[in-house]
């Protein structure tokens, strides 16, 4: 079993729909959690920290359910920008483990 | 702006050619890491260091070998290139800390003929 699984995608869906990403992880002693987004052929760049207490950044809501060792990403009016893999990643030793899930692309259509 | 730096956008060696793929970072981080990403497999570590001369296997490490002399630079080195080795190399760094952000170098794709 993969440490850091992701929904396997693709998800295409409408500019203006809302759309969920599940992230699981299955090292329970992982510290800090992370939505990382990919464009084509860049980088991966910080999307948002995801906190227990659940977090918000404009229209992206991120949530861990660390007792079911389950990340959420939510966003909400996609836009076509919105358009890019999504990466789950977990740390797992003060900043010298990240672990990646395999993604989730997510394809905004006019 | 901080800045990861990969020596190389495209790289093209011959089987059997050892390569050196250069990582630096600005931001005075303890951790560096190389990963490398394919289709389907996502991001996988090959290796990382979390201080000058010190480096930890990752997930994948047969074939390749690192050198970190300076804090600032990560090398990541092919020993003997083999086509199983195409592929596209990210470079990353991090703070020492709980919510610490990685930072990534633009890439370097690889291909190996």
């Known amino acids: 079993r993969k440490e850091v699984e992701q929904d396997p995608g693709p998800f295409n869906v409408p500019e203006g729909a809302t759309v969920a990403f599940n992230c699981t992880y299955s090292?329970?002693?992982?510290?800090?959690f992370f939505w990382y987004r990919q464009d084509c052929r860049k980088e991966p760049k910080l999307l948002m920290s995801?906190?227990?207490s659940g977090n918000e950044d404009g229209r992206f809501t991120a949530q861990l359910n660390r007792a079911s060792q389950y990340i959420s990403l939510l966003i909400r009016d996609s836009k076509l920008s919105d358009s890019a893999t999504y990466l789950c990643?977990?740390?797992?030793?003060?900043?010298?483990?990240?672990?990646f899930g395999p993604g989730t692309r997510l394809s905004v259509l006019p | 702006d901080v800045k990861v730096t990969q020596s190389s956008r495209y790289l093209v060696k011959r089987t059997g050619e050892k390569v050196f793929l250069e990582c630096v970072q600005d931001m005075d981080h303890e951790n560096m890491f190389w990963y490398r990403q394919d289709p389907g497999l996502g991001l996988r570590l090959i290796y990382f260091?979390?201080?000058?001369?010190?480096?930890e296997k990752g997930d994948i490490p047969e074939g390749y070998s690192v050198s970190r002399e300076k804090k600032e630079r990560f090398s990541l080195i092919l020993e003997s290139a083999s086509t199983n080795q195409t592929s596209m190399y990210l470079c990353?760094?991090?703070?020492?800390?709980?919510?610490?952000?990685?930072?990534f170098g633009q890439g370097t794709r690889l291909t190996v003929v």
């Open positions: 995801v906190y227990s």
């Open positions: 990643v977990v740390n797992k030793n003060y900043g010298q483990n990240f672990v």
């Open positions: 990353a760094s991090t703070k020492q800390g709980m919510n610490t952000e990685a930072f």
């Open positions: 260091s979390y201080d000058v001369k010190m480096k």
């Open positions: 090292n329970s002693a992982s510290q800090s």
